[in-house]
């Protein structure tokens, strides 16, 4: 059985509870334990980079060492979390000095920090750690004929970590095959939504996220999978405030991937947090796989 | 030391160069009573030795105090080195048995403590005493040039190089690895910025390429193997098989009509049109015969067919034709083997193999040329709608850290060309993006006015997508084009029906492997190192190898026909020398002492160490040689020796310079 | 720093390749840039001819130190042979330090034929490092070492 | 006419040697036949007192093996330089230091340290041996020992080099019929200076193993490589000195599947036998980067032990600096 | 050496950590600007900010909102043919920002972030009603009303927490800050 140690992250909390739920439900279902990181803290999303590069180091290699002491690789569900804890990591190998600072604060927690984690993303551990056979050896509801729209975002991909494909990745596509759906062409799956901008420059935030919605419908897509809370939230919960805004009239569901999962692996929806959200969900998803209309 | 040396010092005052700084009176007078013991006989100062009078000086000492050996203390061997030698030359010394030591650019020039500069020179000098003993008089190798040139490579650079040669009367060897000469230019339909059909001022010189009883022409043919050293080169070509008899095909064209195989064409057409199994590349190739591409023949495929033998009037097709080796023997080489164009794939944000209707610089020169796939009609991907806007993408993969970082030189004005060319076919609307506008060349700035005053849209900004994601009215169907007119500062959705990369220049795929063939290097970018970037832009570090045209670097057609013609006069300068005199400074094994552990055997980048497998000794080819010396240094038993700058010569400098050599020394080296 | 240290001068020997890092000190000199003048350079045509006797033949001569120099990696004359002066420099070190010699008496310089500034200032910065390391003062052949010790040790 | 005279002395060194001299077998009787034995302390019966009551000059050939360690060392060199016409530098010790010559890594206090105060010795009052020493029946003196170990030409001027740890019999066996030819007048001395007992070339020219154009990719310990048999260590990364150590000994560590560790010493015209080994290594890694490098480096767990095993004290830096230091220089 | 360094060395000593080329090798080609999802409602592109910097106008580069616009995508970042690390520019100009006290007036960037901070660095969980009071009066009205319809129906929904989180070794993960910053400073 695999293991990993779980940094679920604030949004994880409450605000994204049906992500958590669903992580938690298809991972066991693959055979995999996400173990949570004892008392970890938050990872600062963008804020603390804002204020000082050295606490935002420290706070994010907190977790870093708590995580070391398992031995285990952390997985993120969120992408900012990922993000941060990823190059934090990065950075400390590089700059024994930056690590020396770190550590020295850790001492005060009885932590250390050796530079010995691996940092993935949810989504990583099922585009790379499982194999699409795996996946589809769970899959007893396939969700034939639902078109889904991609949505990578920023942070998963970018900054570019060595040689990776940051313009036109495709291993999500790779996953909603697997489950049986269909992928459509979402062409601005790479583009940001904005997340981190809602309560700063919010009509920017709002124009973001209508180009978005505009796209997902433009292709002819049921749904949005995201792999990450901010832009679940971004995109799901503000779409009234872009009518209002813009006159739209968007009701557009997204949700998380690994609901989408859980629903092909016939997970009941309320185990995986489905009825949490602001958009219903198309009653043909719920359905798919058992009546095939 | 059975026989005693006989040494002169000659210390120059360089006018008050170094005697402002150096006290060279002191340090003359020391020489000679300190280094009396190493065989110093002479030792003098003098103004300027590098005069007549001081080159005199030491001649008259030679013939007077029958000196073995001279040391001159004056500027840096690079500028009198020369001077220097030939002095004792001309006094019958051999000229390697004069050492210099630089006390200007190494002492006076540098420092400015009187005493410290003098002790040091003084220190220099002993040094340059006790290398001198150990050194021996070289003689020049002279090697005979082979007449014969082997070109590889026969696009327009190399065809420019065989024809110089040719025409003077020398032998050439042409290697094309295409079916046919022509390269990328036989592709375009116009060159800049006169617009010049391509074809047409290509077409005469490939005929006499074709044609020329000095050359012979070897298409469809690949280096296998090269050997020797500049002047007696000896290489193995591999002539693929054509699957078509030369000698009895008069390329009439009837098998290639009657192939039932289509292919598509994805060299000389970039995958705009198709071909046959049999086929030309073109209908003015060189030489008219066709080959048969059997990956793709079907009686290669399924074991039948034959239409092409059937309908051949002059049983030219051989299914069982095999690959020839010829071997030539050259006395230089000329490689000419061009670039390959940016993959536009890589750059996935601009859509390329993705949005139909964008499309390369390579598929844009056959849409454009009357003779490519759709007559010269300027037409989207669909092959009739021709577009009513039209986006030129400059810098794709040029400039850029991310892909290549050096300017492709050419990607501006082959930009310019195809905004003139699509105004002038269709009247679309044109937006050329760009980051600079470079024209640097003839005419070329007059040309970029011209465009100007067509009407093309300049929008200063290096374009960041192209996407098919419509958000604003108008965009439907469209492909929008994403930048920053940075001239402004708003960020531009421009909606165009069709978008051309202007794709830059890369160095071939296996340029790096050729250069090792040739030893040769390439630079970090991978082009091919020339000898000097200004003053030696087509010779390479190694005797023999010449470079024209694009393989050195991105550059247009009349810099790569320049360099072909300059590439054939540094060749024929050669030949007409007949014989080319190498220096002495060489590496030799002694055979007795080698035990063939063949470490050395690949530390020399010039491939000058032969192993010979029955004596089980490593050999080293004097010709091929450049005397670095890393050999030597490498050979874990001693057994190789390197002339000039033997391990005695070093050794024996260490101590000199550390003062060892002489008795009464204590301050140098505290107690 | 000491009195002592101050005033010791430390004697260097430095290997240049003929192409770029002699040219560089040609440069220097012509560009009358100031150098401290404790190093004595010996020119050989490439840094690849560096063999390793001729560092410890400095070292066991009373060179405080050693400078190599050449060509700038990717730039060398003969194609790649500074690439072998840098793996000999790598081992070199490691044999050194375990010599107890300090491995700051080994310099490695890249300088191309333009960078006369850069070796001027390399070279005042190393001769100040092994001014703050000290003489070296390795036994010369036939001084005197054979001082019986046993006193010394016995308790 | 007398028999000529034969000495053979054992320096710092372990004996092997003496024990290689006896291993010709049957060969040994023609050094009985020819030579008057006058001094061969682990042989016979001999009081130096003796030897130096020689004539100058009266001892034909003498071998000489070990190194110099002490003054008794130093003494009985100086005494038979004095006495004999040849001195052979018989065995590594005596050529360039060899296992003993190690020790010139370490000040003398800490080998006073190790001997006589570790843990494996019991001497609980730190006892240390001094080197005049009062009994009743009067002084006693042991030799003092140097602050670092030289090679006998270090000291003596040396007629030949014989290498080898020890030297191969078959070796010394031809020397001595050598010998015995010049002096029934049918071969001539080699000249002066001239390494006898061995080859001019290196172990590869008597290795039977397959060799290639090397580039090394990483660097091993032999115990941890699945060795090709058949093909040469050094391009397995197994860190072999055949490449740069004297000819002589038939290839027999590598015949057996072990590197050679250099026990004949440099070849023909060689200053210094590590730097040869450190330039023929390094110039076969395959890399040019630095960290590259030295990964691979890594490889070489003790490179000085690697390349100076036997050759340190005749090496040109002779000692390690704190070898040299301990002497207060 | 002088005893105040340009503002365009300031910036380019507080992005001494980042990975990426020096600002002043920017070839003002505009593909960050052509890219960013945001470009059009700062005040100059990044591009401009970059050519602002290099030529030393600190005033005109804080009083601009594009730093506090920057949504951290790194696209630009990614795409630069320089390889300048331009999101990370972005970050060092809004600490460069804060630092200084000086920033555009009505941006709620900088007050949110501090809010933000102090929040973390009292309890080292994020507890989303307690930033509400740091933007919600910055709003105007139906934008206020939105975000309380909006909080309204996450807490229906069971997705937004009553109690704030808090860590368990809350301090010795205060006296960790304590070795990074002063408390004074955020508390």
């Not at chain 2, 193999?353 to 037409?379: C, D, H, K, Q």
């Not at chain 2, 098919?468 to 469209?478: H, N």
């Not at chain 4, 077998?25 to 030579?35: G, P, Q, S």
Request: hydrophobic content about 40%; charged content about 20%.
């Amino acid at each position: 059985m695999k293991e990993y140690a779980y940094f679920p992250g604030c949004s994880l909390e409450k605000m994204a509870v049906s992500y958590h739920l669903s992580a938690l439900e298809t991972t066991k279902k693959l055979g995999i334990k996400l173990k949570e990181l004892e008392d970890w803290n938050c990872c600062g999303a963008t804020t603390y980079f804002y204020i000082d590069e050295l606490l935002a180091y420290t706070l994010c290699a907190r977790n870093l060492a708590i995580a070391e002491k398992t031995g285990l690789d952390v997985v993120a569900p969120c992408s900012a979390c990922y993000k941060n804890m990823y190059f934090t990591a990065a950075h400390l190998k590089k700059d024994a000095d930056l690590a020396e600072h770190v550590n020295f604060a850790l001492e005060e927690d009885n932590l250390q920090y050796n530079g010995n984690v691996n940092i993935k993303h949810l989504i990583e551990v099922f585009a790379q750690d499982v194999s699409a056979e795996e996946i589809k050896s769970k899959v007893t509801r396939p969700l034939e004929g639902i078109r889904v729209a991609p949505y990578y975002g920023c942070q998963i991909v970018r900054p570019q970590k060595e040689k990776e494909d940051v313009e036109q990745p495709q291993f999500f596509e790779g996953i909603l095959s697997a489950i049986g759906a269909t992928p459509v062409n979402y062409p601005l799956k790479m583009r940001c939504c904005g997340g981190s901008l809602i309560i700063s420059s919010r009509t920017a935030a709002l124009a973001m996220v209508r180009n978005l919605l505009q796209s997902a419908v433009d292709s002819q897509a049921t749904v949005i999978a995201t792999a990450c809370p901010m832009c679940q939230v971004n995109l799901e919960c503000y779409q009234q405030q872009v009518n209002q805004e813009f006159g739209t009239n968007f009701s557009f569901p997204v949700l998380y991937f690994t609901q989408l999962i859980g629903l092909a692996f016939g997970i009941p929806p309320k185990k995986l947090g489905i009825g949490k959200e602001f958009v219903s969900i198309a009653p043909s998803l719920l359905r798919a796989g058992q009546s095939k209309d | 030391m059975e026989k005693k040396e006989k040494i002169g010092v000659y210390v120059c005052h360089c006018g008050t160069n170094i005697a402002g700084v150096v006290n060279v009176g002191e340090v003359s007078t020391w020489a000679a009573e300190n280094l009396k013991d190493q065989g110093v006989v002479v030792s003098r100062d003098y103004k300027f030795m590098c005069s007549s009078l001081g080159q005199e000086l030491i001649q008259k000492d030679i013939k007077e105090y029958g000196l073995t050996r001279v040391v001159v203390a004056a500027c840096s061997p690079h500028l009198h080195e020369a001077t220097f030698r030939n002095a004792c030359k001309g006094a019958d010394l051999n000229p390697y048995l004069c050492e210099l030591v630089s006390i200007r650019e190494q002492a006076s020039w540098v420092h400015t403590d009187k005493v410290a500069a003098t002790e040091k020179s003084k220190a220099l000098i002993s040094g340059g005493v006790s290398r001198v003993v150990y050194n021996e008089p070289l003689e020049p190798l002279y090697v005979p040039i082979h007449p014969a040139t082997l070109v590889v490579g026969g696009g327009i650079s190399g065809i420019q190089a065989a024809l110089e040669i040719a025409d003077a009367g020398y032998r050439v060897y042409l290697v094309e690895r295409e079916p046919s000469i022509g390269g990328h230019m036989a592709q375009f339909d116009k060159t800049f910025p006169t617009l010049d059909c391509s074809a047409c001022i290509l077409t005469p010189r490939m005929v006499q390429v074709g044609s020329h009883p000095n050359i012979t022409l070897l298409t469809y043919s690949e280096i296998e193997k090269v050997e020797g050293y500049v002047g007696n080169f000896t290489v193995s070509i591999r002539k693929r098989a054509r699957s078509v008899d030369e000698a009895t095909c008069t390329g009439c064209g009837i098998c290639w009509e009657k192939c039932p195989k289509k292919v598509v064409d994805n060299v000389f057409e970039a995958g705009m049109g198709n071909r046959k199994a049999i086929y030309v590349p073109f209908p003015q190739a060189v030489p008219k015969y066709p080959v048969i591409d059997r990956e793709n023949c079907t009686f290669y495929i399924k074991g039948t067919c034959k239409a092409c033998e059937k309908f051949c009037p002059t049983e030219a097709i051989n299914f069982a034709q095999e690959d020839e080796i010829i071997n030539v023997e050259v006395g230089n080489v000329i490689l000419a083997t061009g670039y390959d164009p940016f993959d536009a794939r890589r750059i996935t944000q601009y859509g390329y193999g993705r949005l139909a209707n964008v499309f390369t610089s390579l598929e844009f020169e056959r849409l454009s040329n009357a003779a490519g796939p759709t007559g010269g009609n300027i037409v989207l991907r669909d092959g009739k709608t021709v577009p009513k806007v039209v986006g030129i993408v400059h810098c794709v993969g040029s400039r850029d850290k991310n892909y290549n970082e050096y300017c492709s030189a050419i990607c501006c004005m082959q930009s310019l060309k195809f905004a003139h060319l699509v105004h002038e076919r269709t009247g679309a609307e044109i937006y050329n993006f760009y980051i600079d506008i470079r024209a640097p060349g003839k005419g070329y700035e007059e040309f970029y006015h011209r465009l100007l005053d067509e009407g093309t849209h300049f929008v200063r900004g290096k374009v960041a997508e192209i996407s098919d994601a419509v958000r604003l009215p108008g965009e439907e169907g469209k492909l929008i084009i994403q930048v920053e007119d940075t001239l402004t500062g708003n960020q531009l959705r421009v909606p165009v029906d069709m978008a051309i990369l202007s794709a830059g220049l890369e160095p071939r795929r296996d340029a790096k492997a050729v250069a090792k063939q040739f030893g040769i290097s390439c630079s970090a970018d991978g082009w091919l190192i020339e000898r000097h970037p200004k003053l030696d832009p087509v010779a390479t570090v190694t005797e023999g190898i010449y470079i024209a045209g694009c393989v050195q670097g991105p550059k247009d057609i009349p810099a790569s026909v320049a360099q072909g013609a300059a590439a054939a006069a540094r060749i024929l300068g050669k030949i007409m020398q007949k014989e080319i005199a190498l220096e002495p400074i060489r590496a030799s094994i002694k055979e007795e002492q080698c035990s063939g552990c063949r470490i050395c055997n690949n530390v020399c980048p010039f491939n000058a160490i032969l192993f010979h497998e029955d004596k089980m000794v490593s050999e080293v080819n004097p010709a091929l040689c450049q005397g670095c010396g890393t050999c030597v240094a490498a050979c874990p038993a001693g057994a190789i020796s390197g002339t000039g700058f033997s391990n005695q010569q070093i050794l024996s400098q260490i101590e000199g310079l550390m003062l060892l050599n002489i008795k009464s020394h204590k301050e140098t080296v505290p107690a | 720093m000491t009195e002592e240290t101050k005033s010791f001068e430390p004697t260097i020997i430095g290997f240049t390749c003929n192409w770029c890092s002699y040219r560089a000190a040609d440069m220097a000199g012509t560009a009358r840039m100031k150098y401290a003048p404790n190093v004595r350079l010996i020119r050989l045509m490439c840094s690849g001819r560096l063999d390793p006797t001729f560092v410890f033949k400095a070292f066991a001569s009373g060179a405080d130190a050693v400078l190599i120099s050449g060509c700038h990696p990717g730039d060398c004359h003969y194609i790649s042979q500074n690439y072998k002066a840098l793996r000999r420099f790598h081992l070199m070190k490691r044999v050194l330090t375990q010599l107890g010699i300090e491995p700051g008496r080994l310099k490695l310089l890249w300088a191309s034929a333009a960078e006369g500034a850069i070796f001027a200032s390399e070279i005042t910065k190393f001769v100040e490092e092994v001014r703050a390391l000290g003489p070296l003062n390795w036994p010369q052949p036939g001084e005197q070492v054979s001082t019986p010790i046993m006193e010394e040790v016995t308790a | 006419m007398s028999k000529p005279k034969f000495a053979m002395y054992w320096a710092a060194s372990c004996g092997g040697c003496e024990i290689a001299v006896l291993n010709i077998h049957e060969k040994i009787l023609d050094v009985d036949a020819n030579f008057d034995v006058v001094f061969w302390p682990v042989a016979m019966d001999a009081k130096y007192k003796d030897v130096e009551a020689m004539e100058d000059g009266s001892i034909l050939l003498t071998l000489f093996n070990g190194g110099i360690r002490n003054d008794e060392n130093e003494h009985i060199a100086h005494l038979l330089r004095k006495k004999s016409k040849i001195l052979v530098a018989f065995g590594s010790c005596a050529c360039e230091g060899c296992i003993p010559g190690l020790a010139n890594f370490s000040p003398v206090k800490e080998i006073f340290d190790t001997a006589f105060s570790t843990i494996s010795t019991d001497n609980p009052d730190n006892i240390r041996p001094q080197t005049h020493y009062a009994m009743p029946e009067g002084e006693i003196t042991i030799p003092t020992l140097y602050p670092v170990l030289r090679t006998l030409d270090q000291v003596v001027d040396v007629d030949y080099y014989m290498p080898g740890c020890p030297p191969e019999s078959h070796q010394i066996a031809a020397v001595i019929d050598l010998v015995i030819q010049v002096l029934q007048g049918k071969a001539e001395l080699p000249p002066k200076g001239a390494t006898i007992g061995a080859g001019n070339s290196t172990v590869c020219d008597e290795c039977k193993r397959k060799r290639n154009e090397k580039t090394i990719k990483a660097f091993g310990r032999i115990q941890l490589i699945h060795a090709d048999p058949e093909l040469c260590l050094l391009e397995q990364g197994i860190p072999c000195n055949g490449p740069a150590t004297r000819s002589g000994c038939d290839a027999r560590c590598p015949s057996a599947g072990a590197q050679c560790i250099g026990c004949y010493g440099p070849a023909e015209g060689v200053v210094d036998y590590g730097a040869r080994l450190i330039a023929a290594f390094a110039s076969v890694i395959d890399s040019d980067k630095p960290e590259e490098i030295d990964r691979i480096l890594d490889g070489l767990v003790d490179p000085a032990g690697q390349f100076y095993r036997f050759n340190l004290a005749g090496s040109l830096l002779k000692a390690a600096k704190p070898a040299w230091k301990s002497n207060g220089g | 050496m002088t005893d105040t360094i340009s503002f365009s060395q300031e910036v380019s000593n507080l992005l001494y950590a980042a990975e990426g080329e020096p600002l002043r090798t920017c070839i003002q080609c505009g593909t960050c600007s052509g890219t960013c999802p945001v470009a059009g409602y700062m005040d100059y592109t990044p591009r401009q900010i970059i050519a602002l910097i290099n030529a030393g106008n600190k005033e005109q580069v804080l009083e601009s909102n594009t730093f506090w616009y920057c949504a951290s995508c790194y696209h630009c970042t990614v795409r630069c043919p320089q390889k300048i690390n331009i999101t990370e520019l972005m970050y060092a100009l809004k600490r460069y920002s804060i630092w200084k006290g000086q920033h555009k007036e009505g941006l709620i960037g900088p007050t949110f972030s501090e809010a933000f901070v102090k929040m973390i660095v009292r309890g080292g969980r994020s507890f989303e009603p307690v930033l509400a009071p740091s933007y919600i009066f910055s709003l105007n009205l139906r934008e206020m009303l939105q975000e309380v319809t909006n909080a309204t129906e996450l807490l229906l929904k069971g997705r937004l927490p009553v109690l704030p989180a808090r860590i368990k070794r809350i301090d010795s993960f205060k006296r960790m800050i304590g070795r990074i910053i002063p408390m004074g400073g955020l508390e």
